[in-house]
Protein backbone atom coordinates (compact mmCIF):
# COMPACT_ATOMS: atom_id res chain seq x y z
CA UNK A 1 0.00 0.00 0.00
CA UNK A 2 1.06 3.92 -0.41
CA UNK A 3 0.35 6.90 1.23
CA UNK A 4 0.85 10.25 1.25
CA UNK A 5 0.73 12.92 4.63
CA UNK A 6 1.04 17.05 4.11
CA UNK A 7 0.69 17.42 7.92
CA UNK A 8 -0.33 21.28 7.39
CA UNK A 9 -3.69 22.12 6.04
CA UNK A 10 -2.64 25.57 5.30
CA UNK A 11 0.83 27.43 4.71
CA UNK A 12 0.71 31.25 5.40
CA UNK A 13 3.71 33.31 4.23
CA UNK A 14 4.39 37.02 2.91
CA UNK A 15 5.17 37.58 -0.77
CA UNK A 16 8.97 37.47 -0.86
CA UNK A 17 9.87 34.94 1.97
CA UNK A 18 10.64 31.84 1.34
CA UNK A 19 7.59 28.81 0.86
CA UNK A 20 7.81 25.45 2.01
CA UNK A 21 4.73 22.62 1.75
CA UNK A 22 6.15 19.42 3.52
CA UNK A 23 4.89 16.16 2.22
CA UNK A 24 6.23 12.65 3.98
CA UNK A 25 5.50 9.04 1.85
CA UNK A 26 4.98 5.41 2.45
CA UNK A 27 5.80 2.93 -0.32
CA UNK A 28 6.69 -0.57 -0.62
CA UNK A 29 9.47 -0.41 -3.37
CA UNK A 30 11.05 2.72 -5.11
CA UNK A 31 8.74 5.45 -5.44
CA UNK A 32 7.79 8.22 -8.42
CA UNK A 33 6.89 11.41 -6.55
CA UNK A 34 5.05 14.43 -7.61
CA UNK A 35 3.85 17.93 -6.95
CA UNK A 36 0.73 19.51 -8.14
CA UNK A 37 -0.84 22.82 -7.84
CA UNK A 38 -4.72 23.15 -8.42
CA UNK A 39 -6.56 26.52 -9.08
CA UNK A 40 -9.99 27.42 -7.65
CA UNK A 41 -12.23 25.34 -10.28
CA UNK A 42 -9.17 24.09 -12.21
CA UNK A 43 -7.56 20.84 -12.67
CA UNK A 44 -4.59 19.86 -11.27
CA UNK A 45 -1.36 21.40 -12.89
CA UNK A 46 1.80 19.05 -12.86
CA UNK A 47 4.90 20.79 -11.03
CA UNK A 48 7.71 18.63 -10.96
CA UNK A 49 8.79 14.96 -10.22
CA UNK A 50 11.38 12.97 -8.55
CA UNK A 51 11.81 9.23 -10.62
CA UNK A 52 15.68 9.02 -9.67
CA UNK A 53 19.36 10.89 -9.49
CA UNK A 54 19.57 14.18 -7.82
CA UNK A 55 17.72 14.43 -5.27
CA UNK A 56 17.05 17.70 -5.94
CA UNK A 57 14.63 18.34 -8.52
CA UNK A 58 13.45 21.64 -10.00
CA UNK A 59 9.82 22.46 -11.41
CA UNK A 60 7.65 25.27 -13.08
CA UNK A 61 7.59 28.33 -11.77
CA UNK A 62 10.67 28.95 -9.80
CA UNK A 63 9.44 25.72 -7.70
CA UNK A 64 11.66 22.67 -6.43
CA UNK A 65 11.20 19.74 -4.00
CA UNK A 66 13.62 17.59 -2.36
CA UNK A 67 13.83 14.14 -1.94
CA UNK A 68 14.83 12.77 1.29
CA UNK A 69 14.72 8.69 1.36
CA UNK A 70 16.10 8.35 4.67
CA UNK A 71 13.11 10.61 5.91
CA UNK A 72 10.92 9.25 3.71
CA UNK A 73 9.93 13.09 2.56
CA UNK A 74 9.64 15.41 -0.80
CA UNK A 75 9.35 18.95 0.40
CA UNK A 76 7.94 21.68 -1.95
CA UNK A 77 9.93 25.15 -1.46
CA UNK A 78 10.26 28.15 -3.72
CA UNK A 79 12.57 30.40 -2.34
CA UNK A 80 10.58 33.68 -2.80
CA UNK A 81 6.75 33.21 -3.09
CA UNK A 82 4.44 35.11 -4.90
CA UNK A 83 0.72 36.25 -4.30
CA UNK A 84 0.09 33.93 -7.51
CA UNK A 85 1.03 30.95 -5.82
CA UNK A 86 -1.58 31.23 -3.64
CA UNK A 87 -3.62 27.79 -4.42
CA UNK A 88 -3.86 24.51 -3.27
CA UNK A 89 -0.92 21.62 -3.59
CA UNK A 90 -0.93 17.98 -3.82
CA UNK A 91 1.82 15.71 -3.04
CA UNK A 92 1.21 12.67 -4.99
CA UNK A 93 3.42 9.18 -4.58
CA UNK A 94 3.26 5.97 -6.68
CA UNK A 95 5.11 2.89 -7.06
CA UNK A 96 7.10 1.94 -9.94
CA UNK A 97 4.99 -1.24 -10.54
CA UNK A 98 2.31 0.40 -10.03
CA UNK A 99 -0.43 2.87 -12.51
CA UNK A 100 -2.14 5.12 -9.64
CA UNK A 101 -1.58 8.16 -7.80
CA UNK A 102 -2.22 8.14 -4.21
CA UNK A 103 -2.49 11.88 -2.92
CA UNK A 104 -1.87 13.47 0.13
CA UNK A 105 -5.06 15.40 1.56
CA UNK A 106 -3.49 18.89 0.20
CA UNK A 107 -1.77 22.21 1.52
CA UNK A 108 -3.41 25.27 0.89
CA UNK A 109 -1.17 27.87 0.00
CA UNK A 110 -2.02 31.88 0.74
CA UNK A 111 0.70 34.77 -0.15
CA UNK A 112 -0.21 37.80 1.55
CA UNK A 113 1.16 40.83 -0.38
CA UNK B 1 -1.27 20.68 -28.35
CA UNK B 2 -4.98 20.24 -26.72
CA UNK B 3 -4.95 18.63 -23.22
CA UNK B 4 -7.30 16.43 -21.47
CA UNK B 5 -10.62 17.73 -22.52
CA UNK B 6 -13.59 16.47 -20.54
CA UNK B 7 -17.25 16.97 -21.09
CA UNK B 8 -19.55 18.08 -19.57
CA UNK B 9 -17.91 20.29 -17.44
CA UNK B 10 -21.20 21.01 -15.00
CA UNK B 11 -23.85 18.69 -14.17
CA UNK B 12 -26.96 18.44 -12.06
CA UNK B 13 -28.51 15.26 -11.43
CA UNK B 14 -31.33 13.78 -8.82
CA UNK B 15 -30.86 10.42 -6.46
CA UNK B 16 -31.38 7.37 -8.63
CA UNK B 17 -30.44 8.60 -12.19
CA UNK B 18 -27.13 7.62 -14.05
CA UNK B 19 -24.48 9.82 -15.82
CA UNK B 20 -21.89 9.12 -17.81
CA UNK B 21 -19.13 11.76 -18.12
CA UNK B 22 -17.04 11.72 -20.97
CA UNK B 23 -12.72 12.36 -21.05
CA UNK B 24 -10.67 12.78 -24.83
CA UNK B 25 -6.95 12.77 -23.86
CA UNK B 26 -3.78 14.23 -25.37
CA UNK B 27 -3.07 13.21 -28.42
CA UNK B 28 -0.92 10.28 -28.51
CA UNK B 29 -1.53 9.79 -24.86
CA UNK B 30 -3.07 5.83 -24.35
CA UNK B 31 -3.26 5.81 -20.66
CA UNK B 32 -6.34 7.23 -18.79
CA UNK B 33 -7.19 7.54 -14.95
CA UNK B 34 -10.01 8.55 -13.48
CA UNK B 35 -10.25 10.76 -9.76
CA UNK B 36 -12.88 11.65 -7.40
CA UNK B 37 -12.25 15.06 -5.75
CA UNK B 38 -14.16 15.45 -2.76
CA UNK B 39 -13.62 18.15 0.34
CA UNK B 40 -14.02 15.03 2.35
CA UNK B 41 -12.08 12.60 0.89
CA UNK B 42 -9.47 14.44 -1.48
CA UNK B 43 -8.09 13.00 -4.14
CA UNK B 44 -9.56 9.37 -4.96
CA UNK B 45 -8.34 7.07 -7.76
CA UNK B 46 -11.20 5.44 -9.65
CA UNK B 47 -9.75 3.74 -12.30
CA UNK B 48 -6.82 3.27 -15.26
CA UNK B 49 -6.96 2.16 -18.68
CA UNK B 50 -4.72 1.39 -20.91
CA UNK B 51 -5.36 0.24 -24.57
CA UNK B 52 -9.19 -0.28 -23.71
CA UNK B 53 -8.01 -2.71 -20.73
CA UNK B 54 -8.45 -1.72 -17.67
CA UNK B 55 -5.43 -2.06 -15.41
CA UNK B 56 -5.81 -1.10 -12.11
CA UNK B 57 -9.13 0.20 -9.80
CA UNK B 58 -9.95 2.11 -6.64
CA UNK B 59 -12.50 1.17 -3.74
CA UNK B 60 -15.26 2.06 -5.34
CA UNK B 61 -18.56 0.03 -5.28
CA UNK B 62 -19.80 -1.50 -8.34
CA UNK B 63 -22.27 1.72 -9.29
CA UNK B 64 -18.79 3.47 -10.77
CA UNK B 65 -17.70 1.87 -14.21
CA UNK B 66 -15.91 2.95 -17.42
CA UNK B 67 -14.48 2.17 -20.51
CA UNK B 68 -12.06 3.08 -22.90
CA UNK B 69 -12.00 2.89 -27.12
CA UNK B 70 -9.91 2.12 -29.43
CA UNK B 71 -8.80 6.39 -29.92
CA UNK B 72 -8.26 5.96 -26.11
CA UNK B 73 -10.81 8.28 -25.19
CA UNK B 74 -12.82 6.94 -22.12
CA UNK B 75 -15.84 7.38 -20.21
CA UNK B 76 -16.93 6.68 -16.61
CA UNK B 77 -20.58 6.08 -15.62
CA UNK B 78 -22.52 6.22 -12.30
CA UNK B 79 -25.43 4.43 -11.96
CA UNK B 80 -28.09 5.02 -9.05
CA UNK B 81 -26.60 8.17 -7.97
CA UNK B 82 -26.58 8.69 -4.11
CA UNK B 83 -25.60 12.09 -2.73
CA UNK B 84 -22.30 11.50 -1.92
CA UNK B 85 -21.44 10.97 -5.50
CA UNK B 86 -21.79 14.56 -5.97
CA UNK B 87 -17.90 15.54 -6.37
CA UNK B 88 -15.03 16.57 -9.29
CA UNK B 89 -14.65 14.07 -11.12
CA UNK B 90 -10.77 14.58 -13.25
CA UNK B 91 -9.78 12.73 -16.03
CA UNK B 92 -5.63 12.64 -16.82
CA UNK B 93 -3.98 11.22 -19.33
CA UNK B 94 -0.19 9.69 -19.57
CA UNK B 95 2.35 9.28 -22.29
CA UNK B 96 2.46 5.39 -23.18
CA UNK B 97 5.95 4.22 -23.21
CA UNK B 98 8.57 4.90 -20.04
CA UNK B 99 6.07 5.93 -18.76
CA UNK B 100 6.87 7.53 -15.26
CA UNK B 101 3.73 8.18 -13.96
CA UNK B 102 3.57 12.20 -14.70
CA UNK B 103 -0.03 12.52 -15.47
CA UNK B 104 -1.61 15.65 -17.12
CA UNK B 105 -5.47 16.74 -15.85
CA UNK B 106 -8.27 17.61 -17.56
CA UNK B 107 -10.48 20.42 -15.89
CA UNK B 108 -12.92 17.85 -14.48
CA UNK B 109 -16.64 17.45 -14.64
CA UNK B 110 -18.36 18.42 -11.31
CA UNK B 111 -21.61 16.58 -10.83
CA UNK B 112 -23.99 17.74 -8.25
CA UNK B 113 -26.87 15.08 -7.44
CA UNK B 114 -30.18 16.67 -5.75
Known amino acids: AQSVAQPEDQVNVAEGNPLTVKCTYSVSGNPYLFWYVQYPNRGLQFLLKYITGDNLVKGSYGFEAEFNKSQTSFHLKKPSALVSDSALYFC???????????FGAGTTVTVRA | KAGVTQTPRYLIKTRGQQVTLSCSPISGHRSVSWYQQTPGQGLQFLFE???????NKGNFPGRFSGRQFSNSRSEMNVSTLELGDSALYLC?????????????FGEGSRLTVL
Open chain 1, 92 to 102: AVRDRNDYKLS
Open chain 2, 49 to 55: YFSETQR
Open chain 2, 92 to 104: ASSRPTGDTGELF
